[in-house]
């Protein structure tokens, strides 16, 4: 599946919605989400639960979907350019204790430009 | 550790590398592919858009690598971007280890990198990876592959192109 959040205040809480109602749904890519897409996101997703999903393609601006995810095994952090905060990045990461990621894809350095995504 | 503050939105947050914090998130971690700054993004580090990559990146590669040879499963650490590959230690015994986008003759753009086509990138990087001599194969140790793959270099990701590998043999 790819989705472009580009309208994220009423965008996002409908794409939960539709994330919730596919059991069968096992891959996630998130093309693009800029920054401001961040905190509608880990609001909507609050209380929502995916474990039908075990592999996520996210844009780093897109971790809180890392949450509800909890079976999730593969996760690849997708970056092209905008500001990537890692500690964020990594918070969301150990929401889950006992994580089930087996193969993770990171950058290795982190950008410091204003996001342009 | 990651000096980090996992809900902050300190700009200096921003500027961290990935680091042993990411590997202890995953105590499962099988497999750990790391995105070195590639070489055509030179140009967004002339304009300070990068902060130095090639420090940056070797400081934390150095911490992955050590943190990762401590999970018990983990057998596989990638590396997108061939440049980079001689930031990482050169005895990565029981490591595959994969070369980069920047590996490919059809690459125009790799000229300008004095890379001149592939067989120059396979034999620096099998250089890179000569098991030292107290490293040589016994028990406990597995072979050393080495995987180059052609990365997506505009999503820069393994796992878009996945199956499209390009060179396997052992070192």
Known sequence: ?117 | MIQRSIESQDESDDLLPPTSGFVAACPRLTELTVISPHPHDSHRRETGALTDPVGSARSAASELVNACKALPDFDTFQIAHFPFVTLFPKCPCGWFLCGGSSIGTREPRAEQNQISGIKAVKDSVIDCLKPKAECQEGEGRKKIMLRIIELDSERRSPYYLGSVKVEEYEV
């Open chain 1, 1 to 117: 599946m790819t989705l472009n959040l580009t309208q994220k205040d009423s965008a996002i809480p409908m794409f939960v919605k539709c994330l919730e109602s596919l059991p069968n749904l096992h891959t996630l890519e998130i093309v693009r989400a800029g920054a401001s897409a961040t905190s509608p996101l880990k609001d909507a997703l609050k209380r929502v639960k995916l474990p039908q999903i075990n592999t996520l393609i996210i844009p780093p601006t897109a971790h809180p979907l890392l949450r509800p995810c909890r079976n999730v095994e593969d996760v690849v952090c997708v970056v092209r350019y905008g500001i990537i905060s890692s500690g964020e990045f990594l918070g969301s990461l150990e929401f889950n204790r006992g994580s089930k990621v087996k193969r993770l894809v990171i950058p290795l350095v982190f950008w410091a430009n204003p996001s342009r995504e």
